[in-house]
T-cell receptor, first 117, second 116 residues
Framework: GAGVSQSPRYKVAKRGQDVALRCDPI?????LFWYQQALGQGPEFLTY????????KSGLPSDRFFAERPEGSVSTLKIQRTQQEDSAVYLC???????????????FGPGTRLTVL | AQKITQTQPGMFVQEKEAVTLDCTYD???????LFWYKQPSSGEMIFLIY??????QNATEGRYSLNFQKARKSANLVISASQLGDSAMYFC?????????????FGGGTRVLVKP
């Protein structure tokens, strides 16, 4: 399809395991965002890429969280040594433009629901 | 400090009636954007409507309209003629002024349940 896709849709990990979450943005979209959504709350910003450059990682909660977008398209969010508080839905979004343009609609993927036992 | 506040955690609305979802925001920057998203139980975030801070008129998109009161820093969403399929979580969001890439800050959401 033409939308943002994410995989896996569901992931169950044991505490201490490493996980990798994938995002395929809309083709040609310059900007890519990762958000974390805890149960019953609004999404919270994690990190932002403009093409392959990670321009903002201020929302990453700890150094266990790492994101990359090496070729400016697909992105991977990696969480090392998962903890129970990492349980959440991880949303990826992409937008056509970059920078601080007046209006850049973000298109969201379906999310990956991570459960850490 | 909360930048986006949605004070209604949940609302019931009768089918075919209108409902207003409250959103207030906090920013000192004159240039910003406000968004409303719908999130059904399936989890995807669906864009509904956008209002720019310099837009002279309130935004409208089909059954959705945004009651933008700039001086009060409020951007309430009005859904007219509610349908059963409108049952979902609704999030207000703001494009952070000056933020690289226009990252969004979301409110806590309002759950809407449309009754037949």
């Amino acid at each position: 399809g033409a939308g943002v896709s994410q995989s896996p849709r569901y992931k169950v990990a044991k505490r201490g395991q490493d996980v990798a979450l994938r995002c395929d943005p809309i083709s040609g979209h310059v900007s890519l965002f990762w958000y974390q959504q805890a149960l019953g709350q609004g999404p919270e910003f994690l990190t932002y890429f403009q093409n392959e450059a990670q321009l903002d990682k201020s929302g990453l909660p700890s150094d266990r969280f790492f994101a990359e977008r090496p070729e400016g398209s697909v992105s991977t969010l990696k969480i090392q040594r998962t903890q129970q508080e990492d349980s959440a839905v991880y949303l990826c979004a992409s937008s056509l433009g970059g920078g601080t343009g007046y209006y850049n609609e973000q298109f969201f993927g379906p999310g990956t629901r991570l459960t850490v036992l | 400090a909360q930048k986006i506040t949605q004070t209604q955690p949940g609302m019931f609305v009768q089918e075919k009636e209108a409902v207003t979802l409250d959103c207030t925001y906090d920013t000192s920057d004159p240039s910003y954007g406000l968004f409303w998203y719908k999130q059904p139980s399936s989890g995807e975030m669906i864009f509904l409507i956008y209002q720019g801070s310099y837009d002279q008129q309130n935004a409208t998109e089909g059954r959705y309209s945004l009651n933008f009161q700039k001086a009060r820093k409020s951007a309430n969403l009005v859904i007219s003629a509610s349908q059963l399929g409108d049952s979902a979580m609704y999030f207000c969001a703001m494009r952070e002024p000056g933020a690289a890439g226009n990252k969004l800050t979301f409110g806590g959401g309002t759950r809407v349940l449309v009754k037949p």
